[in-house]
């Protein structure tokens, strides 16, 4: 048996609301990312993952529309990147060679404007695609819907019934590559082929916001290639509405049935110590028989004490397991055949990564799960798996832990009436804490956070405003302040700088931070903050207004002084001009649109493997004007 495990602590800077800051406002926290098992990759060097392929579709090596022109889309040579082009003469829709029953899709996709697509789930139930940007109220029809059904024997105008609109609009702008997360389970029949379960989306994100849940369907949707329901089918793309680019398509199917746990006992044992002891020198409490794992069995008036949890590990099928072990104050070691996979043995709190792989064969295999629980007001563990072809489900039993100690009621939102208002928090950005951060909300449902000590734009979304809930629930330990809309987040590093040349490297925040100082902000007529900045002898204005009823804010700067300043706009894997001169940045994330200016422009250069997208602001008086669109 191969053991691989997986072990890291998380350490955070607290400040309180009534200590000094210190003169740095980033506090660095230790994480890594989480571990999942392997998706697979339809790879697109060529369409041989596809059956029957017709002409509208091809690979090719990228994909580029122009966002104010209907159905605009052009590619260039190469791969990596499926695109459909439907034509009178060739407009077939494109089926996977392989079929799938239960499956977690991810992929990306690029719409021009206007354009229409679809994916289908065994090539039965779509999600739509669909080109949504600045949709106020999205509908079944909008992207990531879950189209209507169509019945002509329902009479006129009855025809669709059944389609279920996404919760929320996270469409991007036409020409952004969106990114789509759905788990989708199959209907279910008994051995004498009745449907006893319904088709379910059980997740669908786009762009990172969570759109359906739990969301039934009782038959194919419009335009399906069956009419029928089935256990598995292809996974089909629809290729005779719009243009459509797609990348990245991975996916996990889900067919081997899940981890079970059985014949188990639990002892109890006193404890009030951080660290295990050596459990063969306590006396047990109790010892009883268990049909489940939770952190609720801990007995006594004082809440305190050791599960020992032992019994056997159904596993489904040979192969790679992973298990995800999250404890909230507390610790616990997780043995599988004898052999430790996850070890925690100290305090633990949810910011903490206990993950372990193993081999595992097909059968029943011993376990032995141990949690400690030092403290009255810890509030639990949970214990999730996931393998070849085994969802990732909890094992534990519901409420053995949770989250936060809050319930969802307790859920703090700070909500924007008739006039923009503002809010000093901290804020995480790109795995910092950020401590001099303030979040502007706007009537119109446009929202930017700022650093008010470097000068950056942070972050900027739309929807609801704030979760407070870390700052204001209890004792506010993190004092973190949460966007609660679909968010797009910037580099973050200093926006202005004095260089030597245009070569010059660009400063990281604490250099920076020496040669500058903020000057608070001023509140304007229209209620939006001004912000102001010095850096060296050069006086800078700040003003960021939301503009329209898309997801666009614009940015108005003004400099006076008399050295020669630089302004990064922006800093991405990639950025590059589209014909009609706007600047796209990563391909899938922001536009900036430079187009108001004022007559200066801004270039584009390399450094340390990024683009920066930077413009030169020369002595005087001067302004620079852009909008940012997503």
């Not at 260039?76 to 003469?89: A, F, Q, W, Y």
């Not at 919760?167 to 036409?174: D, F």
């Not at 507390?330 to 903490?352: E, Q």
Request: proline fraction near 4%; hydrophobic fraction near 35%.
């Amino acid at each position: 048996m191969k053991i691989s495990i997986l072990f890291a602590l998380t350490g955070i800077l607290l400040l309180s609301c009534s200590e000094k800051p210190k003169e740095t406002s980033i506090v660095e926290t230790k994480t890594l990312p989480l571990d999942y098992l392997p998706f697979q990759e339809i790879e697109l060097k060529d369409l041989s993952a596809f059956r029957d392929v017709s002409d509208n579709w091809k690979v090719v090596g990228n994909a580029t529309v122009n966002r104010t022109k209907d159905g605009d889309i052009s590619f260039s040579k190469g791969t990596g990147v499926l695109i459909n082009i439907p034509e009178d003469s060739s407009k077939d829709h494109l089926l996977t060679k392989f079929e799938h029953g239960d499956i977690e899709l991810e992929l990306d996709v690029l719409l021009p404007k206007g354009s229409n697509s679809g994916l289908y789930f065994q090539g039965r139930y779509e999600i739509q695609l669909f080109d949504s940007w600045g949709v106020a109220q999205p509908q079944h029809s909008d992207i990531g819907g879950i189209y209507q059904r169509w019945d002509e024997a329902r009479g006129k105008d009855k025809e669709g019934f059944e389609g279920i609109a996404p919760l929320y609009n996270a469409a991007k702008a036409p020409g952004l590559w969106q990114r789509l997360k759905i788990i989708f389970h199959a209907p279910e029949f008994d051995d004498k082929g009745n449907k006893v379960k319904n088709a379910e989306f059980e997740k669908v994100w786009l762009n990172g916001m969570l759109i359906h849940e739990n969301a039934e369907v009782t038959g194919p949707t419009r335009a399906a290639a069956f009419n029928d329901e089935a256990a598995k089918g292809p996974l089909m793309i629809q290729g005779d509405h719009g243009a459509v680019a797609l990348k990245n398509i991975t996916y996990k199917r889900y067919d081997a049935g899940s981890v079970a746990l059985k014949n188990m006992s639990m002892t109890e044992f006193q404890n009030g110590e951080i660290d295990l002891p050596k459990l063969d020198s306590l006396v047990p409490i109790r010892q009883i028989r268990a049909d489940s794992i939770s952190a609720n069995m801990i007995s006594g008036e004082t809440q305190q004490g050791i599960l020992k949890y032992t019994g056997q590990m159904e596993v489904p099928t040979t192969g790679e397991y992973l298990f995800d072990f999250k404890i909230n104050r507390g610790g616990g070691i997780l043995l599988v055949d004898h052999d430790t996979v996850v070890n925690m043995n100290g305090d633990y709190n949810l910011d903490s990564l206990g993950i372990g792989k193993v081999n595992l064969d097909k059968g029943d295999i011993p376990f032995t799960l141990i949690y400690n629980k030092p403290r009255s007001w810890a509030t639990g563990f949970s214990l999730e798996v996931e393998g070849p072809g085994v969802q990732k489900h909890a094992l534990q039993a519901k409420n053995s832990l949770v989250i936060g100690g809050s319930r969802p009621e307790e859920k703090i939102m700070i909500e924007v009436g008739d006039v923009p208002i503002a809010q000093r928090s901290f804020m995480m950005q790109n795995g910092y804490k950020r401590t001099h951060c303030i979040s502007v909300g706007t009537p119109r449902g446009v929202h930017f956070a700022y650093d008010l000590s470097t000068g950056s734009l942070l972050k900027a979304w739309n929807g609801d405003f704030l979760d407070a809930t870390d700052m204001w629930l209890s004792r506010g330990e993190k004092q973190l302040a949460r966007p609660a809309g679909f968010t797009l987040t910037f580099y973050g590093g200093p926006d202005f700088a004095i260089l030597e040349d245009e070569a010059s490297k660009w400063p990281d925040t604490d250099s920076e931070r020496a040669n500058s100082k903020s000057l608070g902000y001023s509140i304007m007529n229209n209620g939006m903050p001004m912000f102001s900045y010095q850096l060296g002898d050069n006086k800078i204005s700040d003003l960021i207004v939301p503009s329209g009823v898309e997801r666009i804010i614009k940015r108005t700067i003004r400099f006076k002084g008399n050295e020669t300043i630089w302004h990064n706009i922006a800093i991405g894997e990639s950025i590059q001009q589209l014909p009609d001169g706007t600047y796209i940045v990563n391909d899938e994330s922001y536009y900036i649109d430079f187009s108001n200016s004022g007559g200066l422009q801004p270039i584009v250069r390399e450094s340390s493997g990024k683009d920066e997208l930077l413009v030169k602001i020369p002595a005087g008086e001067q302004h620079v004007e852009y909008n940012i669109i997503w």
